[in-house]
């Protein structure tokens, strides 16, 4: 008996019904919410441990260890798991949760806001360069430069909205650090912030934040699209051409660690307060910190969550 012959339709099914089925499903808008509040929660102990070295506060000593890649001896502090761990143990547990509501309450508002004021811009000034609908690879200059404006508009319309709350978080963490158990809560906080330093208390460390969280996009945006225009000249193919958008976290972090310095002197800036009795620069200004940082060698303190240099 003779074998069937399959037909165009038949012998390609196979691999549509591969293709359909390897598609992630979409997360719906109403769990985005839920699933920002259990990532905020999950990772937010690393926010308070680092929060603290970027401040100056080691209740731990530095100890004598060999370096990262030259293996040269030299002073570091332990790291920040065992950093958490230390302070787990003498505070106990729900000291690593001190300033939560405020984050959270941070990351849902700024979400929130940057995805309205995204749909706001795009729908007010729409992209006329006729690239809107194309994949980030394949669009041109002109829509490349269009979606870094509005992402920089809306990330600097959230970060001034969710300043104070930033603010007012750092200052609950930095109380671990005090004996001043003044900003021990959140309300407490506000309370106190208010009637110390006034209304532009709340925005302290604003101008850095903001050009760092605006810097990393523009950085990132500029050089994913050089990227992909020096392979396209480099005549690589489409699965080639593809395989540039793995390469944007990494630019992402890269350019996060060059701005890191401006996101350091915010923090700083943030927790500069007479109450709060810190190993931090006692300047006026968030560029007073910065330059005193810049000098002290100290602009990428509390950077690394291992193989943390003592200053």
Known sequence: MAAPVLRPMEQGGSAKIKKSSSTAPEVPNSARPV???????????????????????????????????????????????SYANFLRKREGFTVLFTGLTPRIVSSLTSTAIEDAISAKIRAAIPDRSGDGDKSVRAKGLASTMYDMTVACA??????????????????MICSIASEDQVYSGFFSTIKEIYQTEGFSGFF???????????????????????????????????????????????VQLYMISLVYPLQLASVVTSASCRRLKLNIPDCSTWRGVYHQLTVMGQQYRGQNMFYRKAY
């Open 154 to 171: 809306a990330k600097t319309v959230g970060v001034a909205v969710t300043q104070p709350l930033q603010v007012v978080m750092v200052r």
């Open 35 to 81: 699933l920002g509040i259990v990532g905020v929660t999950a990772f937010y102990p690393m926010t308070v441990v680092r929060t603290l070295a970027q401040v100056g506060y080691e209740p731990q000593p530095a100890t004598i260890g060999p370096s990262l890649w030259t293996r040269t001896p030299g002073r570091y502090y332990p790291n920040l798991l």
């Open 204 to 250: 302290s460390g604003l101008v850095p934040r903001m050009v760092a969280e605006a810097g990393t996009i523009a950085l990132s945006g500029t050089t994913m699209y050089l990227l992909y225009r020096i392979m396209e000249s480099l005549g690589l193919n489409e699965e080639a051409l593809e395989s540039g958008s793995n390469y944007t976290s990494l």
